[in-house]
């Protein structure tokens, strides 16, 4: 604690402007001291200030490394960005293709003769779907399995498809309305030939026929021939979804590619997270001569061990994989400030004509030890909120902080209890001068009393 001065000591009364009896402006003399002896508080409080800005700093790199690290996943992960692929036919009138992430590239040619169909039965126009239809029983089989469906006197188109449908009967049932009237159509839930109805019987008054006859689709995939219930195909190339659309006698060239627009993407997204680090870590190390004060970290090692694990991991370098060794190789260059920068031609050229090898140079063979599976593994542990670098950073000045913050507190109380001493110092003063006056009159009274007994006691001894 800094010294408060010495009270009665203290005062200074030159310049001032009292007489006797008007006594101190006590309150004003207190006042003074006090701003006087917080003026000893100024260095706490700016320990307390640079504490705070320092754990601001390092919780705004905290969270841009928690975002790197994110957009460092996705280069990670095997899934990923990197993974993904793009499925294109030459005919869309004819196949379209999806294809899922991480199977291998390649082309494929389709022949679609025939598409599939699902068979329907439909009944004859009804007056409207709530009318009454005749009473009888409708049966038929679908792939070998026979069906039985009840109609009562009182059954409706509506009240048959409630129970249809709650029900297993092979078919879903919906209700169509045209000019003529209402119609229930049974589509099967199975499609392509398998699906057909036969062995149809309708005693009801609904007079069901089969409108729709069910078929597979007829096609070939680099001259193999297929047949398929549906037109949506999963099971003949593993990960690729081929829909067919049409017939055509030409074949359709289906090109499985790397999705070069999401892998290039997710590599910009990293490098942008990446430089959003570096900027603000050279912000707390850049030096302003003549500056007041430097920036809050300007000196803190933790970030300095940081930018160094930083520096290292981007400049990972692997030998062979095509020629991709390391991200200049890609068009993504290291710039003089420690950023990256972009080269979106050669990014896309690179992932177009290479894009194994630069997944490799990110992910490596076990998708752990390339760049990003090295970078994530550090900024994981740089990040981790018990034993991270900037999470111990933080925990020694935060109890730097409580500490000058406790040093404040106690600064405060000390000062209270002396601005209450003042008070009572000069209180005291400012008594004893506002009776000075009638103490000197009343010595001045004494004085003049005793000058009269003595003159009067001389004057008596002369007479004698």
Avoid: C, H
Wanted: glycine share 10%.
């Amino acid at each position: 604690m800094g010294s408060f001065g010495t009270g009665l000591n203290a005062l200074d009364l030159s310049g001032s402007s009292f007489g006797l009896g008007n006594g101190l402006d006590v309150q004003s003399i207190v006042q003074s001291l006090t701003e006087a002896a917080q003026a000893n508080e100024t260095q706490y409080t700016d320990e307390q200030t640079l504490y705070n800005s320092q754990i601001s700093a390092l919780t705004n790199v905290g969270t841009l490394l928690t975002s790197l690290q994110t957009a460092t996943q996705a280069l990670q992960d095997p899934a990923g960005a990197l993974a993904a692929r793009d499925a294109t036919s030459s005919d869309s009138s004819v196949v379209t293709a999806t294809a899922n992430s991480g199977i291998a590239t390649g082309n494929y040619s389709l022949t679609v003769t025939n598409l599939a169909s699902t068979a329907v039965l439909a009944s004859q126009p009804q007056t409207s779907a709530t009318s009454a239809v005749g009473a009888g029983t409708i049966q038929y089989s679908i792939g070998g399995t026979n069906y039985s469906i009840s109609v009562s006197s009182t059954d409706t188109l509506s009240s048959l498809v409630s129970e249809i449908n709650s029900g297993n009967y092979g078919v879903t049932a919906s209700i169509i309305n045209d000019s003529q009237g209402s119609i229930l159509a049974l589509t099967s839930n199975t499609g392509g030939s398998g699906g057909n109805v036969t062995n149809l019987s309708d005693t009801s008054g609904l007079g069901l026929t089969q409108a729709v006859q069910g078929q597979d689709a007829q096609l070939s995939v680099n001259g193999v021939p297929l047949y398929e219930s549906s037109n949506t195909v999963t099971d003949v190339i593993p990960g690729v979804t081929f829909t067919l659309t049409g017939t055509s006698d030409a074949p359709v060239s289906v090109d499985v590619t790397q999705d070069v627009g999401q892998a290039s993407t997710a590599i910009n997204n990293f490098v942008s997270a990446y430089n959003s680090v570096v900027q603000a870590i050279n912000t707390q190390f850049t030096y302003t001569s003549g500056a007041a004060s430097q920036p809050p970290l300007f000196s803190d090692s933790s970030l300095q061990q940081v930018q160094s694990t930083l520096a290292t991991d981007i400049n990972y370098f692997t030998s062979g994989n095509g020629g991709i060794s390391g991200l200049s190789s890609i068009g993504v260059e290291l710039q003089q400030d420690g950023t990256l920068s972009v080269n979106s031609a050669t990014l896309d050229s690179a992932l177009s004509d290479n894009g194994a090898a630069v997944a490799n140079l990110f992910q490596g063979p076990d998708y752990t030890s390339g760049l990003a599976g090295q970078l994530y593994t550090d900024l994981g542990n740089m990040t981790d909120p018990t034993k991270g670098v900037i999470a111990l950073d933080e925990n020694g000045i935060n109890q730097e902080l409580q500490d000058v913050t406790q040093t404040i507190s106690n600064f405060n109380a000390n000062l209270q209890l002396q601005e209450q001493q003042w008070t009572t110092e000069y209180s005291q003063v400012n008594a004893t001068l506002q009776e000075l006056p009638l103490l000197i009159a009343e010595a001045t009274g004494q004085s003049s009393t005793a000058s009269a007994s003595s003159s009067s006691d001389t004057s008596s001894t002369s007479s004698s």
